[in-house]
């Protein structure tokens, strides 16, 4: 583990009575949460990879909580080219017409005892369906698939729409979170979110798993690079990118896609959940099928008991280079475990299987007082 900031004071007095982490299923909750198709935001452009129109999930705050406000993006990786984005379209990640209502948990949860700090919140869930993590923004059409890379638009008009219908604008404690490439948006647009609000309001981001980091395959090469560099490409992500990363002299785009790079230059606070043997990591910036023609880690990486020495001092080395690329500013606080998972802060309809290791209640403190 490792923490920064007076913002963790409580979180440090937790640790010492013992962390909470636990096997758990999805919290009870008191039924689905209202769904908003955002139609009125076709019209700008700003639609799912199909043409569909955006959505959110709201659930509104009361009481002590009824001035603040968790956003919460949804994760569900990228896709870089037509093919794999024209898959989408058949399903809930590029297509708001196969999105169905759900309840909400983990940070985003109603029960006080689980989510103490949160869950008479204004909580908000940001379905995604762009594959780029919100950063695409390609004018023209796809023909030959019939598809749109919009995603930064999509955020827009969600966003947008809190800050005006919702009232989202006279909050007096905001924080944007995220899952997996949920995530990642929520260090890539941080700054942005925190330049929506007046300057009284309390700002800050809490990623869950998009820590993606820019390390070496088990060929030696950065094939992760690869990855984003395809995605940045399709969905014309650079403008969308946080300037502070893509100004730098001899920048390539898709580094700024990699939170190392972009994290430094940050001006809003940030708190970082991540496994230091994170599973989507280890199978795709680890060991990514390309960089293992022979399926050497075929089993490893899907089931670590499965792994060989070797293999283990191989992971073992992957968790020493993840950690060194952490942020060491002042302004970031983290919670860095060595659970083999992805995704932590709650039930996850893209990543958690049941029994997947959760950090719950913890999270909920070490984020309080925004």
Not at 287 to 314: F, M, V
Request: with cysteine.
């Amino acid at each position: 583990m490792a923490a920064s900031g007076a913002w963790l004071a409580r979180a440090t007095a937790t640790a010492v009575l013992g962390f909470v982490l636990a096997v758990a299923s999805a919290e009870a909750a008191s039924g689905d949460v209202e769904m908003v198709f955002l139609k009125a935001a076709v019209a700008k452009g700003a639609v799912c990879l199909d043409g569909s129109p955006p959505v959110y999930h709201f659930s509104p705050g009361s009481g002590s909580g009824a001035n603040n406000w968790v956003v919460h993006m949804e994760g569900g990786g990228w896709c870089r080219n037509p093919d794999e984005c024209a898959v989408r379209k058949g399903n809930f990640r590029g297509s708001s017409k196969f999105m169905k209502p759900l309840s909400f948990s983990g940070i985003l949860g109603g029960n006080q005892k689980s989510n103490p700090d949160f869950y008479n919140w204004n909580r908000v869930k940001i379905r995604y369906c762009d594959g780029s993590s919100f950063t695409g923004d390609v004018e023209a059409v796809d023909t030959a698939k019939d598809l749109r890379y919009r995603g930064f638009r999509v955020w827009r008009a969600v966003i947008d729409d809190l800050l005006t219908v919702r009232g989202m604008s006279k909050a007096q404690n905001a924080l944007l979170s995220g899952c997996s490439a949920g995530g990642l948006a929520a260090i890539l647009h941080c700054d942005r979110f925190h330049d929506l609000f007046p300057a009284k309001t309390k700002v800050k981001c809490f990623s869950d798993a998009g820590y993606f980091f820019d390390g070496k395959d088990i060929s030696g090469n950065f094939y992760a690079r690869s990855i984003y560099k395809s995605v940045v490409n399709l969905h014309g992500s650079a403008k969308n990118l946080p300037a502070s990363c893509t100004s730098k002299p001899k920048q390539s785009p898709e580094l700024c896609m990699f939170p190392q790079y972009v994290v430094p230059t940050m001006r809003t606070p940030l708190f970082i959940l991540n496994a230091a043997y994170d599973s989507w990591q280890v199978k795709n910036v680890l060991a990514p099928s390309p960089a293992d023609p022979k399926k050497t880690w075929a089993q490893c990486k899907l089931d670590i008991k499965s792994c060989s020495a070797s293999q283990l001092t191989t992971l073992q080395n992957f968790r020493t280079d993840f950690l060194a690329a952490l942020p060491k500013t002042q302004s970031v606080g983290m919670f860095i475990d060595s659970c083999n998972a992805h995704c932590q802060s709650g039930s996850q309809d893209t990543w958690l299987a049941d029994g997947s290791p959760t950090v719950n209640k913890t999270v909920s403190l070490m984020l309080h007082q925004l």
